[in-house]
């Protein structure tokens, strides 16, 4: 039995019907990614009301948790509904009750309602809750030892982990100490019988053994004798004597006495050289400890729901512990596999019942059920013991986003749940696969952006979010991250983020593509060294990779056709909020130097070329930029026409004299004012920028709301029965 869905209503940020939150979770991991207040902490605590959680927590509902709509009175009823699919045998004898079969699928449902009777908090009753199952609420009320069956490990961020381990009254580790079988191993002490050995006591006979050595000790038995003697003995009356005895106090019954012996041991990590419980470990480490004695308690229990819940799992970790964290989470969470065995509903209580609302297309009749197949309590309990743990975080980290599996990742944005598995997103198997190898950490920000900007180079990396300060739209502050894909995959990226079916709802994240247009002009061939001259045959080569403006036509109006249909092509994932803004004309060099910063541009160009010889003080940045400047003014002067300036300005890249991520750097330092020679003024630097740049970085800059007939389809859709 796992949990599979969730429905929140009128909590928090999340509100009423269409504005509610409806959200599923894996057999596994889950991971909940996004941005500060997108909702991922509402999804764990709206789990902590539902289910209630093994620390026995007390979650006390505040005032606020009812939800302000932007419009209208406060909510005065919160509604969360936890679905439990794929219910084992066991499961759904210990739960017969409260079952539900969707067709021949038993599930079982949890409906926590929590109703305002009063807006005075400090009312002896100012909010009534109530915790029932069956399909729309309708069944049983679901009693306080189901509840615990079904309550949920969890661990807060920033969590104590070192008191978590300490010994005490109900700690973490007596709990899972307690479900280990050797633990109760052994037999019993029994003080009239000879002992051979105390190593074949169980603990619980040990306590006994060492009860009756404290008891049997000289010092307690003089302690004793002169509270009875010296002090008792004169306090008598006739007849009505006084006598106390020193007594080793044990629990009432053997799991009260072993209770307390599992209570007084603690977790800690030794030294790798002495193998001695040293206190030089940090957070993390006892982190680390924390979560694998969470991970073992729900291996071990017999009963109960296998669900750790885990807020922020990085905290207190550096990069290559949360990489080996998430690897050990995904390990623990993989299922074994286990007979499939299921029960047909055989009770004559079936009954059709209206599919819910969030549960589109599904069939559902309630239905008594037991163990119909006869299974012995052995075979339960093994197959209790298969099945894995299943997990569900919340993360900021882009370390850990990049290991989990792409289509175990939900996105919450806009007070909306986005899952990213294969039938929810754009992407098909080939960019699953492709994602899998090439999103790492430094790619998976993407999940915790507002906009987003798709580049192909480190160039674009680099340049971008210095031009977009110098627009007045800097991306920080607009909470935009770059994803460079090194030239390949473009699409795939973008398609993470498209919706499969949108008229359910798509993502108010812009995400800008930028492309080069990849058509030189017809003069760079032979300045390139592609070509000796017009009418070189390489011109006719079929499968040359580089293309030229007159490969699209001898004639204006029928080269502009096809240019643009080349430039369709490049926006063919164009769709939803993804939009591709292409270059102007060929690259992302030529086009700085062809919309008016050619001369900027060659400076930064040499400078790049001279960047050892600088740093090694062969060269100073005046003396190269005095230089730069003396070559575009050559140019300038030569009567070339603008094309070939740009594109001999270009073949500094193309032969590898300047690198394009270091002239992006020096290009930075003259944007930013940093040489004196060579001054770039901010009026009109808008007008000098490349037209695609500038669109792109206004487009990701920009909030985007939902066009109202989408916002009418999606409620449409929801409200459909």
């Not at 050289?273 to 291996?299: D, I, K, T, V, W």
């Not at 052995?378 to 989990?404: C, D, F, G, M």
């Not at 062969?618 to 140019?635: F, N, P, Q, S």
């Not at 020679?677 to 920028?689: D, F, T, W």
């Amino acid at each position: 039995m796992y949990l599979s869905a969730l429905k929140v209503q009128n909590f928090r940020q999340f509100g009423a019907e269409s504005n509610g939150l409806f959200i599923e979770f894996n057999k596994g991991v889950t991971a909940l990614v996004g941005e500060n207040d997108a909702g991922k902490s509402s999804v764990i605590d709206a789990l902590r009301f539902v289910l209630q959680t093994r620390d026995g927590e007390y979650v006390r509902l505040q005032p606020e948790d009812f939800h302000f709509p932007v419009e209208g009175a406060q909510a005065s009823q919160i509604t969360i509904v936890a679905k439990f699919a794929d219910l084992s045998v066991a499961d759904q004898g210990a739960l017969s009750e409260y079952v539900t079969f969707n067709g021949t699928a038993a599930v079982v449902y949890v409906h926590w309602t929590a109703r305002r009777l009063s807006d005075d908090v400090l009312a002896r009753r100012w909010v009534d809750i109530a915790v029932r199952s069956g399909h729309n609420g309708g069944g049983p009320s679901i009693d306080t030892n189901v509840r615990q069956l079904l309550a949920a490990a969890y661990l807060r961020p920033l969590r104590d982990a070192t008191r978590e381990m300490s010994p005490g009254r109900g700690s973490r580790l007596s709990q899972v100490l307690r479900n280990f079988p050797s633990i109760k191993d052994g037999s019993g002490f029994d003080v009239e019988q000879p002992l051979a050995s105390p190593e074949s006591l169980s603990l619980a006979g040990l306590a006994g053994y060492l009860r009756h050595l404290v008891n049997k000790h000289p010092g307690v038995a003089a302690a004793q004798d002169s509270v009875n003697d010296n002090y008792l003995s004169h306090l008598s009356l006739d007849g009505d004597e006084l006598h106390g005895r020193i007594n080793f106090v044990e629990g009432s019954s053997e799991s009260a006495r072993l209770r307390q012996i599992l209570e007084r041991m603690e977790l800690s990590l030794l030294d790798q050289g002495s193998h001695e419980a040293r206190g030089e470990y940090g957070l993390g480490s006892n982190n680390l400890l924390f979560m694998a004695c969470e991970l073992l308690l729900l291996g071990k229990e017999p009963d109960g729901l296998p669900l750790l819940l885990i807020e922020e799992p990085e905290a207190h970790l550096h990069p290559q512990r949360q990489l080996r964290l998430m690897e050990f989470l995904t390990a623990a969470a993989t299922p074994t596999p286990v007979p499939p065995r299921a029960i047909q509903p055989t009770s004559a209580d079936e009954r059709e019942e209206e599919p819910l609302p969030w549960s589109e297309g599904s069939e559902a009749t309630s239905a008594d059920s037991s163990d119909a197949d006869g299974s012995t309590a052995n075979e339960v309990s093994q197959e209790r013991e298969a099945r894995p743990v299943q997990v569900i975080l919340t993360t900021h980290s882009p370390n850990l986003s990049s290991k989990i599996a792409l289509d175990n990742l939900v996105l919450m944005h806009g007070r909306k749940a986005y899952s990213l598995g294969k039938q929810h997103t754009k992407l098909d198997e080939g960019d699953y696969r492709f994602l899998a190898r090439f999103l790492d950490v430094t790619k998976a920000n993407l999940f915790f952006a507002r906009g987003l900007l798709v580049v192909e180079g480190d160039a674009e990396a680099i340049l971008l979010p210095a031009l977009a300060k110098l627009l007045g739209r800097d991306l920080t502050r607009h909470g935009v991250s770059i994803v460079n894909v090194g030239g390949v995959g473009l699409g795939r990226y973008a398609r993470i983020l498209q919706r499969a079916h949108p008229e359910k709802g798509t993502l108010r994240i812009p995400v800008a593509c930028i492309s080069d247009m990849d058509v030189m002009p017809d003069c760079a061939p032979q300045i390139l060294g592609l070509v000796e001259n017009d009418d070189d045959p390489k011109w006719g080569a079929g499968r040359r990779k580089w293309r030229a403006m007159r490969d699209f036509g001898a004639d204006e109006e029928t080269r502009l056709q096809r240019l643009a249909e080349w430039r369709g092509s490049r926006k063919a994932n164009d769709e939803q909020n993804v939009q591709t803004f292409v270059a102007g004309q060929w690259t992302l060099e030529y086009d700085l130097a062809f919309s008016g910063m050619a001369r900027e541009l060659l400076v930064a160009a040499r400078l790049a070329a001279k960047d050892d010889a600088i740093h090694a003080v062969r060269e100073t940045h005046d003396e190269v930029i005095k230089l730069a400047i003396i070559e575009y003014e050559g140019l300038q002067n030569s009567g070339m026409p603008a094309e070939q300036i740009c594109s001999t300005i270009y073949d500094l890249f193309h032969r590898k004299i300047a690198s394009k991520a270091i002239t992006a750097q020096y290009l930075v330092d003259i944007l930013e004012q940093r040489f004196q020679r060579v001054v770039v003024s901010p009026e009109g630097l808008k007008e000098r920028l490349p037209r695609y740049l500038v669109e792109a970085i206004t487009y990701v800059t920009s909030r985007l709301e939902i066009p109202q007939h989408q916002t009418s389809q999606q409620q449409a859709l929801r409200q459909t029965p």
